[in-house]
């Protein structure tokens, strides 16, 4: 009797079995077929079986997935902010990020580390198919990175047209949401486009001309990480202590939120909005900035003051050992000149003494500015009887207050003896990254967040829709002026700045200078306009008042 031949040849269960299972596996998981995930799911599959058995390669994806999704998870809830393709290069970021390791994390990179041994160790022969199929991915990657505009169009028209992965480069949380981890990446994964030089109108608008006296104190602006405290009473914490330190307090809009110092630092430098290029700045454009960047620290230095920049941590993070010199500061210092040894962020009282040092050795006659960046009260937070990790918080807050309150005191001190007077500035770079806290004092309410079955979920993740006053109101971080020869006008500061994006602070600083630059002026201008429509243009992007264009003017 003869035997029945199978339809299906034999090798192909065998081929197709791991990769119909893990296109299986997403089907089921994620509710329904969804074209971007499973295809670029199964391109991954495809480029790992190049060099690695099929049932590691099936296992290898499933860990690099889902150790992507948890990722994304972790700097979702501390930042407000999706995982995006230029933070899988970011390599020298990474000493940031151990604090925030868990189960998940680890057990997802384990099994990929397991997946990729294994495979290697029963790595297929060479077939010409295998590698044919495999480079679709990195020659997809290179297209999109390096081709032609005319080529990467016609890329990006298949991949929306044809896999139904629509670029959502407005709401990137909204684009990771429709078309899952890996297709957001590869989305994101866009050449850097420097801003080129061109017309455009920011100088329409009537300059704002300082109607008092000026002055030309040294100035020391601190950025100080994650520091906060409501000017209310539902969230006040030890940096309250500052306003009965002789600091006059109000508050400005940070760009982030949890995180991103980067971000609010290049508004604090530059008067200039940081939303409007992609990505984080100082790590997209480091190379790109020009020798001559106009900034405020450029201005400064054009003023005839010694610019110094300081930060208690690595100075190649976020590369500000490259970008601080474009941006006008003629001497810059990091932790490994200082002695750190404690486990944990550095104190910052190491950074205060280093710049008690250099200040001290500076010029009698001459006009200093200096510029710090604090580590200490970086998070996260460790959570204790349920607090959300404000205890924690609040308890390296309350020491890297103490610190601050004695290096003021230091160097008014010093600046008493050379006979000059010294205004101090300081914004908090973002809230912490403790939005159950927040939530449990009141801060936020409930229509902040994003709603599960009527419920808010239980990561604290906001909602997609958050409206022009409460993004404000989630980007609001204190502002602390002091100026001790003259109190009242660190008060006019503060009531010129409240409410207003932080990269307004630096025409606030210039105003009070005889020289301060048509720019700057102008940008005091727009930023005098009422709270309200501040809020509306930064809901809506800055890019109508503030051109790429006016950029590339600037820094390129």
Same mark, same amino acid.
């Given at each position: 009797?003869?035997?029945?031949?199978?339809?299906?040849?034999?090798?192909? =269960?065998?081929?197709?079995?791991?990769?119909?299972?893990?296109? %299986?596996?997403?089907?089921?998981?994620?509710?329904?077929?969804?074209?971007?995930?499973?295809?670029?799911?199964?391109?991954?599959?495809?480029?790992?079986?190049?060099?690695?058995?099929?049932?590691?390669?099936?296992?290898?994806?499933?860990?690099?997935?889902?150790?992507?999704?948890?990722?994304?998870?972790?700097?979702?809830?501390?930042?407000? !902010?999706?995982?995006?393709?230029?933070?899988?290069?970011?390599?020298?970021?990474?000493?940031?990020?151990?604090?925030?390791?868990?189960?998940?994390?680890?057990?997802?990179?384990?099994?990929?580390?397991?997946?990729?041994?294994?495979?290697?160790? *029963?790595?297929?022969?060479?077939?010409?198919?295998?590698?044919?199929?495999?480079?679709?991915?990195?020659?997809?990657?290179?297209?999109?990175?390096?081709?032609?505009?005319?080529?990467?169009?016609?890329?990006?028209?298949?991949?929306?047209?044809?896999?139904?992965?629509?670029?959502?480069?407005?709401?990137?949380?909204?684009?990771?949401?429709?078309?899952?981890?890996?297709?957001?990446?590869?989305?994101?994964?866009?050449?850097?486009?420097?801003?080129?030089?061109?017309?455009?109108?920011?100088?329409?608008?009537?300059?704002?001309? =300082?109607?008092?006296?000026?002055?030309?104190?040294?100035?020391?602006?601190?950025?100080?990480?994650?520091?906060?405290?409501?000017?209310?009473?539902?969230? &006040?914490?030890?940096?309250?202590?500052?306003?009965? +330190?002789?600091?006059?307090?109000?508050?400005?809009?940070?760009?982030?939120?949890?995180?991103?110092?980067? !971000?609010?630092?290049?508004?604090?430098?530059?008067?200039?909005?940081?939303?409007?290029?992609?990505?984080?700045?100082?790590?997209?454009?480091?190379?790109?900035?020009?020798?001559?960047?106009?900034?405020?620290?450029?201005?400064?230095?054009?003023?005839?003051?010694?610019?110094?920049?300081?930060?208690?941590?690595?100075?190649?993070?976020?590369?500000?050992?490259?970008?601080?010199?474009?941006?006008?500061?003629?001497?810059?210092?990091?932790?490994?000149?200082?002695?750190?040894?404690?486990?944990?962020?550095?104190?910052? %009282?190491?950074?205060?003494?280093?710049?008690?040092?250099? *200040? /001290?050795?500076?010029? /009698?006659?001459?006009?200093?500015?200096?510029?710090?960046?604090?580590? /200490?009260?970086?998070? +996260?937070?460790?959570?204790?009887?349920?607090?959300? @990790?404000?205890?924690?918080?609040?308890?390296?807050?309350?020491?890297? &207050?103490?610190?601050?309150?004695?290096?003021?005191?230091?160097?008014?001190?010093?600046?008493?003896?050379?006979?000059?007077?010294?205004?101090?500035?300081?914004? %908090?770079?973002?809230?912490?990254?403790?939005?159950? #806290?927040?939530?449990?004092? %009141?801060?936020?309410?409930?229509?902040?967040?994003?709603?599960?079955?009527?419920?808010?979920?239980? @990561?604290?993740?906001?909602?997609?829709?958050?409206? =022009?006053?409460?993004?404000?109101?989630?980007?609001?971080?204190?502002?602390?002026?002091?100026?001790?020869?003259?109190?009242?006008? #660190?008060?006019?500061?503060?009531?010129?700045?409240?409410?207003?994006?932080?990269?307004?602070?630096?025409? #606030?600083?210039?105003?009070?200078?005889?020289? /301060?630059?048509?720019?700057?002026?102008?940008?005091?201008?727009?930023?005098?306009?009422?709270?309200?429509?501040?809020?509306?243009?930064?809901?809506?992007?800055?890019?109508?008042?503030?051109?790429?264009?006016?950029?590339?003017?600037?820094?390129?």
């Amino acid at each position: 009797m003869l035997r029945a031949h199978s339809i299906w040849p034999a090798w192909l =269960p065998r081929v197709f079995a791991p990769l119909l299972l893990l296109l %299986g596996c997403h089907i089921i998981a994620d509710g329904g077929a969804y074209a971007p995930l499973l295809f670029f799911s199964a391109l991954l599959f495809a480029f790992l079986a190049m060099f690695l058995q099929r049932w590691a390669a099936f296992f290898a994806a499933i860990g690099i997935e889902s150790l992507l999704n948890s990722v994304d998870a972790v700097k979702q809830a501390m930042t407000d !902010e999706p995982i995006v393709a230029r933070d899988l290069v970011a390599v020298s970021q990474g000493a940031a990020l151990t604090s925030y390791l868990g189960i998940a994390i680890l057990c997802w990179s384990a099994l990929t580390v397991i997946a990729f041994a294994a495979g290697l160790y *029963y790595r297929p022969r060479f077939n010409a198919w295998r590698w044919l199929a495999g480079m679709t991915l990195p020659l997809l990657l290179l297209v999109r990175l390096f081709a032609p505009a005319g080529m990467q169009q016609y890329v990006a028209e298949f991949v929306e047209n044809g896999v139904g992965a629509r670029y959502l480069a407005y709401n990137f949380k909204e684009n990771i949401r429709q078309n899952g981890v890996l297709a957001h990446l590869f989305l994101t994964a866009e050449s850097v486009d420097v801003p080129k030089p061109g017309a455009h109108d920011f100088y329409t608008v009537a300059p704002l001309v =300082p109607a008092g006296t000026t002055v030309q104190p040294d100035i020391v602006m601190i950025l100080c990480e994650a520091c906060f405290s409501s000017r209310d009473d539902r969230f &006040v914490t030890p940096l309250a202590r500052l306003a009965a +330190s002789g600091f006059q307090q109000s508050s400005v809009v940070s760009p982030v939120y949890g995180g991103g110092t980067a !971000e609010a630092e290049f508004e604090y430098l530059s008067g200039m909005p940081s939303t409007v290029l992609p990505g984080i700045d100082y790590q997209n454009f480091v190379d790109a900035y020009r020798d001559d960047a106009r900034t405020l620290v450029a201005k400064l230095a054009h003023s005839g003051y010694r610019t110094i920049g300081l930060h208690n941590f690595h100075a190649n993070f976020w590369k500000r050992n490259a970008v601080y010199p474009k941006f006008g500061f003629q001497e810059t210092h990091f932790i490994d000149e200082m002695r750190w040894q404690k486990p944990g962020w550095p104190d910052d %009282g190491l950074m205060y003494q280093k710049a008690q040092q250099i *200040y /001290r050795q500076q010029p /009698r006659d001459g006009r200093t500015f200096m510029f710090l960046v604090t580590v /200490r009260t970086h998070g +996260s937070y460790i959570e204790r009887d349920a607090d959300g @990790g404000r205890g924690d918080y609040e308890a390296r807050l309350g020491e890297a &207050v103490s610190d601050l309150q004695g290096f003021v005191k230091t160097i008014e001190a010093q600046a008493k003896k050379r006979k000059r007077d010294v205004m101090f500035v300081l914004v %908090g770079d973002h809230k912490p990254s403790l939005s159950k #806290a927040f939530f449990d004092a %009141g801060v936020f309410d409930q229509s902040y967040f994003r709603m599960l079955g009527g419920e808010r979920n239980a @990561g604290y993740q906001f909602s997609l829709k958050l409206t =022009p006053e409460q993004q404000a109101h989630r980007g609001e971080v204190p502002l602390f002026v002091r100026y001790a020869a003259e109190p009242q006008r #660190a008060l006019k500061m503060g009531e010129m700045l409240a409410g207003r994006p932080m990269f307004c602070v630096p025409a #606030a600083i210039t105003q009070q200078l005889p020289q /301060r630059g048509i720019y700057f002026d102008t940008l005091a201008a727009r930023c005098s306009v009422p709270v309200e429509q501040l809020a509306a243009s930064a809901a809506q992007g800055w890019q109508n008042e503030f051109p790429r264009t006016l950029f590339a003017e600037r820094l390129f």
